[in-house]
């Protein structure tokens, strides 16, 4: 086959829409000319062999656009192929599907992925490495459009506070009504007339031929309880009816306030907040059992709030007695005893009475009402964020902060990835990394580089040296194979148990201290470098990097420690067949190839 004909252009074509639609792909469009070649070859065949719509293959030809494009933008050589062992190949791949950052572009690497599974299926390529890559299970979730982080400490402070305070007005006023509702037969009247369907202007006549009525309002009325309540009056007849409906019912900004609280109090979705009713809820000397439903995950689940916490008068089960007294009268002149969330509506300039409508009301408002300011977006479930956050700080354990409403999945797809639990998941491991970095300058092998016969003819050297340095020079070739360095105490390594002779050799040698090397191993240092070197040829990176990372880098350092003349000695010894290293069986079986 010609060049010409190698490069020529792919097509596949197919219906769509009661016409014939075609797709092409150039494969001299771009600079790795025999990959994106390759994997039109490919695509052509998947889409025959599947019998794929000509939709679909257009999202395959598009994938390969991206795919080339990228590799040709890491210098991709114009004959790269997926059927010879090619390193940078598979590391281009890896970094492409690292760079994706959409739904799409995830969609993108797993359907490259498919194409070449296909060559690996039919036994057409000698690349190891890259056919374990495309085998491997990738899951790739979809990004929101706008990720959810939790709220920060001092909007939660400034939420609570304004919270707070609106519920206590809300239950002093409410207290003041429904004394003046058991004591006034006038003002029962007034509110079973308003309730009838009596419109604000009849209610406003009422009231205005009951002088002593007025003065008992108006004194329940004081403006320090008065709340948010009298700013949402739509007019003078409207703006008395409201003011007399919030005697006996909260207004729906205020039943809110409530609710923040609880959500900020126990971490529920909340939907479950919402969904509570009074029969829900058993309260005992011990604390609270919640009854709730989590409608996502279709699951009954039955809360327990215990502790000296939840007895408090504003822990979680403090906040729904608080809610339930606040709404007593407004269930009973209603009669309904399970509602939980009642409050007072005005509906075309009528009283109404009746379960708050989360429709109307959202955190925006309620921030607005009560002058709080909030980054965006603002969201609800930025709270249930927040408190798993704080839980997962206090646990620091994703069991512990998950809790009882979700698995520790759902914790680490959507709530680990919030601001304080990636602080707190950094430190982490910076501590970790400061104690393991430490451990390694501590754990070092002590370096010689001189050969042994000349520490051994000097005198002025130390007599562990010399005894050491001895030792080596009098080896064999077969006894020098066996490891990398000399070893100062075998039977008191830090991997065995002390008095037990060490087996951890060639590898473990180069981060013990009891390690110590001459110029003499150089040559098995080197073969060891080129030993790691080809696992690199044969791993999926990341299995590469967490087997021989480590010691890639411990070697190296060490490595750097010699002159290139003494390397180029040592490599000449190596070629000509006069050095080995002998690697234990557990280190030269790959599992993973």
């Not at 209603?334 to 300039?349: A, F, I, R, Y």
């Not at 408002?365 to 479930?381: F, K, M, N, T």
């Not at 964020?385 to 409403?405: E, Y």
């Amino acid at each position: 086959m010609t060049n010409r004909e190698k490069y020529s252009k792919r097509s596949v074509s197919g219906p769509i829409r009661g016409r014939v639609a075609t797709h092409f792909l150039y494969p001299r469009d771009f600079e790795c000319a025999n990959l994106a070649a390759e994997l039109g070859d490919l695509w052509t065949d998947h889409v025959k062999a599947n019998g794929a719509t000509i939709s679909t293959a257009g999202g395959y030809r598009a994938a390969i656009v991206l795919f080339c494009r990228f590799a040709d933008t890491r210098g991709a050589p114009r004959k790269a192929s997926i059927y010879r062992p090619d390193d940078d190949l598979v590391f281009t791949l890896y970094e492409w599907r690292s760079s994706l950052s959409t739904a799409g572009q995830n969609k993108a690497y797993s359907q490259v992925a498919a194409l070449i599974r296909r060559a690996v299926l039919t036994n057409r390529t000698a690349n190891a490495s890259l056919a374990a890559m495309v085998t491997s299970a990738f899951s790739a979730s979809r990004p929101e459009d706008t990720p959810l982080d939790e709220f920060s400490n001092a909007e939660r402070i400034q939420q609570m506070r304004a919270a707070t305070s609106d519920a206590a007005i809300t239950e002093m006023r409410i207290q003041d009504g429904q004394m003046l509702f058991r004591n006034s037969a006038s003002f029962r009247s007034l509110i079973r007339t308003a309730l009838a369907g009596a419109g604000a202007e009849e209610v406003k006549r009422q009231l205005r031929a009951d002088r002593d009525l007025i003065r008992a309002i108006v004194s329940a009325l004081s403006a320090s309880q008065l709340g948010v309540v009298g700013r949402d009056f739509e007019g003078p007849a409207s703006r008395g009816l409201r003011a007399i409906a919030s005697l006996v019912a909260p207004s729906e900004t205020e039943m809110m306030s409530f609710q923040l609280l609880l959500m900020w109090s126990t971490g529920i979705a909340p939907e479950q907040v919402r969904d509570a009713r009074v029969g829900d809820l058993v309260f005992s000397d011990g604390g609270l059992d919640w009854t709730t439903f989590k409608a996502r995950s279709h699951v009954l689940m039955r809360l327990n709030f215990t502790g000296p916490a939840s007895q408090e008068t504003w822990g979680t089960a403090g906040l729904f007695k608080r809610a339930i007294a606040v709404t007593t009268l407004a269930r009973s002149l209603v009669d309904d005893d399970q509602t939980l969330w009642m409050v007072h509506k005005l509906t075309n300039g009528k009283l109404v009475i009746n379960q708050q409508n989360f429709q109307k009301i959202n955190l925006g408002d309620w921030a607005l009402a009560h002058g709080v300011q909030l980054s965006l977006p603002i969201d609800l479930r930025r709270i249930r964020k927040a408190v798993k956050a704080v839980r997962a700080g206090i646990s620091g354990s994703a069991k512990a902060a998950a809790g009882t409403d979700h698995k520790e999945t759902t914790f680490n797809r959507y709530y680990l990835p919030v601001t304080s639990v990636i602080s707190t998941s950094a430190r982490t491991i910076a501590r970790a990394q400061e104690r393991v970095f430490e451990q390694a300058l501590a754990s070092t092998p002590t370096l010689i580089v001189r050969s042994a016969n000349s520490v051994l003819c000097d005198e002025s050297t130390e007599v562990r040296a010399r005894q050491l340095a001895a030792l080596v020079a009098d080896e064999t070739p077969a006894e020098r194979a066996l490891g990398v360095s000399a070893c100062a105490d075998p039977t008191n390594g830090p991997n065995t148990t002390a008095g037990e002779l060490c087996m951890e050799r060639p590898f473990a040698c180069l981060t013990c201290p009891n390690a110590v090397i001459f110029t003499d191993h150089l040559p098995q240092l080197l073969l060891m470098s080129d030993h790691i070197e080809a696992r690199r040829q044969d791993l999926y990176p990341p299995r590469f990097i967490e087997q021989w990372g480590e010691r890639r880098e411990s070697l190296k350092a060490v490595l750097e420690q010699f002159s290139s003349s003494e390397k180029d000695v040592a490599r000449g010894a190596v070629k000509s067949d006069s050095e080995h290293l002998h690697l234990p069986l557990a280190w030269r079986a790959e599992l993973d190839r």
